[in-house]
């Protein structure tokens, strides 16, 4: 359904009903990891995109069809701090629902203190921070030049102080970018100064926007977490099978996954709680309706949308 995919059994909200407030790839910023793909331009001006009514309707009409939602979480096709309804969509959520929302957003508009008061309304918030110091948040993030890392980090210890609720920040570790022992050291320093509930580290493990990002190894992503210290956690896998209820179109639901990240045929059959016969039959429609293409990223086959410009047939 348009605006809504999931839930998915995400490896930090259990599980969790995407909302996707924006058109395809919106964003501010071109991190290399990207699992979208790159950010052909970035978006520098919030908008409104799409009718609240809609947005709202959407979650309504979903709600009460899902087994299980463990939070409603804005994320999917971008940044969604981009999306200038965001307060207004959040507030209507709690009056229709008392599942916790939460917010997964790059961190950057965290410096105006009106998204601030907006994403303040969110049971959870997951920023990410990926750099301690400019020439690494260039290389990594790829944010337009004016941009400032140390303007970034002071919105997060300001949204900090004003917060009350859970502040889960994530780093996403790419190898010989953004994991030298004297980077490290520096975000050490900046999560104490941010003081977050939790830190999260993650690495690509899927397909990335540029070739050459490569993932840290098991073990030097626990390296990194002694270097931190509590309250630092490693972001691991997460495949469970869930009942999602009957599907009335497979391919529309496989669609719906892809559209936002890329997934083995493993991963779809876990998410959607389907036999890996149908899944397989229904890839290799997609794939021969060049819906989906498939991609091997260290030793996995995924599967992602295939973005073409065209609408999006059979996820609306």
Request: aromatic share 6%; charged share 30%; glycine share 4%.
């Amino acid at each position: 359904m348009r605006f809504i995919y999931g839930p998915v059994l995400s490896r930090r909200l259990g599980f969790s009903l995407g909302i996707d407030i924006l058109p395809p790839k919106t964003c501010n910023l071109d991190c290399v990891y990207c699992q979208l793909g790159p950010t052909n331009k970035r978006v520098e001006v919030r908008h409104s995109y799409f009718r609240i009514e809609d947005i709202i309707q959407a979650i309504e009409k979903t709600l009460p069809h899902l087994p299980k939602v463990d939070y409603l979480t804005f994320s999917g096709s971008g940044e969604p701090t981009l999306n200038s309804h965001l307060g207004e969509l959040i507030k209507k959520i709690k009056k229709i629902t008392p599942k916790p929302v939460a917010v997964l957003t790059n961190s950057l508009l965290l410096t105006q203190k009106e998204v601030r008061q907006e994403v303040s309304l969110a049971d959870l918030v997951v920023p990410s921070l990926d750099a301690a110091d400019q020439s690494v948040f260039l290389k990594i993030n790829r944010p337009s030049p004016s941009v400032q890392i140390d303007l970034i980090i002071e919105g997060l210890i300001k949204f900090r102080e004003e917060y009350k609720g859970q502040i889960w920040l994530e780093i996403m570790l790419v190898k010989g970018v953004n994991d030298q022992h004297e980077h490290l050291l520096k975000l050490k320093e900046t999560f104490i100064k941010i003081r977050p509930d939790k830190i999260q580290l993650n690495t690509v493990v899927r397909p990335p926007a540029e070739s050459w990002v490569e993932p840290l190894e098991e073990e030097e992503l626990m390296e990194v977490a002694k270097i931190f210290g509590p309250p630092v956690e490693i972001v691991t896998e997460t495949r469970k099978r869930i009942n999602f209820g009957p599907k009335n179109n497979l391919e529309a639901a496989i669609l719906s996954i892809l559209k936002r990240r890329p997934a083995t045929d493993e991963e779809l059959a876990s998410f959607l709680n389907e036999k890996p016969a149908r899944i397989k039959e229904a890839i290799q429609k997609l794939l021969a309706q060049e819906k989906i293409k498939a991609r091997r990223h260290y030793h996995r086959l995924l599967y992602e949308y295939y973005r073409r410009g065209k609408k999006d047939e059979g996820t609306g």
